[in-house]
């Protein structure tokens, strides 16, 4: 069964911690994405990869890291430099990145905290 | 940089009532368009998108979006609802970032839809 599963589900963080969130895909894509989603903002871009071991900043990367070791695994580190870390993050992919692909999103975590 | 806008945050029909989501963005160039819709506890889902040709576009579950590139428009349409289609709708254009050499996919802000039966 092919597609994006993001855990945990839910994710509690305390004052000054860093927590990872998990992206893994089986679609075979080379392009991911990480979002932010908060109420009545939308998705805001916070980092995208398009291929191994390279990754580039979004609109609002400042207290977020990223690395892409695997091409099926995306991992997504806030850390405690981020100051509003509450909301709900979606991760996605496509293809390649080009502009005309539709993007895949899992199901989400949302990330409260303590 | 691009924008979108979604002028509607929230909109109430009842059952057999007909939709109108307004889109407009910002980005003068050529732009590659999307509707995608979040189902209560789903994921996010492509609804339909535009590229090129035919501006009346068809998607899933009978909605349909029309681009008029003179208004930088791509409002989503059905004609008659169902309570099914209760969740939230986001606008997307992915166009070039500023610096030109990637393209970026621009959320709207959403609008959420509730249908009374």
């Known amino acids: 069964d092919g597609g994006i599963t993001q855990s945990p589900k839910y994710l509690f963080r305390k004052e000054g911690q860093n927590v990872t969130l998990s992206c893994e895909q089986n679609?075979?894509?080379?392009?991911m994405y990480w979002y932010r989603q908060d109420p009545g903002q939308g998705l805001r871009l916070i980092y995208y990869?398009?291929?191994?071991?390279?990754?580039q900043k979004g609109d609002i990367a400042e207290g977020y890291s990223v690395s892409r070791e695997k091409k099926e695994s995306f991992p997504l580190t806030v850390t405690s430099a981020q100051k509003n870390p509450t909301a709900f993050y979606l991760c996605?992919?496509?293809?390649?990145?080009?502009?005309?692909?539709?993007?895949?999103f899992g199901p989400g975590t949302r990330l409260l905290v303590l | 940089a691009q924008s979108v806008s979604q002028h509607n945050h929230h909109v109430i029909l009842s059952e057999a009532a007909s939709l109108e989501l307004g889109c407009n963005y910002s980005?003068?160039?050529?732009?590659?368009l999307f509707w995608y819709v979040q189902y209560p506890g789903q994921h996010l889902q492509l609804l339909l998108k535009?590229?090129?040709?035919?501006?009346l576009v068809k998607g899933i579950k009978g909605f349909e979006a029309e681009f008029i590139k003179s208004k930088f428009s791509f409002n989503l349409r059905k004609p008659s609802v169902q309570w099914s289609d209760t969740a939230e709708y986001f606008c997307?254009?992915?166009?070039?970032?500023?610096?030109?050499?990637?393209?970026?996919?621009?959320f709207g802000k959403g609008t959420l839809l509730t249908v009374n039966p």
């Open positions: 996605a992919s496509s293809i390649s990145g080009r502009a005309r692909e539709t993007q895949y």
């Open positions: 679609l075979n894509h080379d392009a």
């Open positions: 990869s398009q291929i191994v071991n390279d990754f």
């Open positions: 980005y003068g160039g050529t732009v590659n």
């Open positions: 535009y590229f090129s040709g035919d501006p």
């Open positions: 997307a254009v992915n166009a070039p970032n500023s610096g030109g050499s990637n393209y970026k996919l621009t």
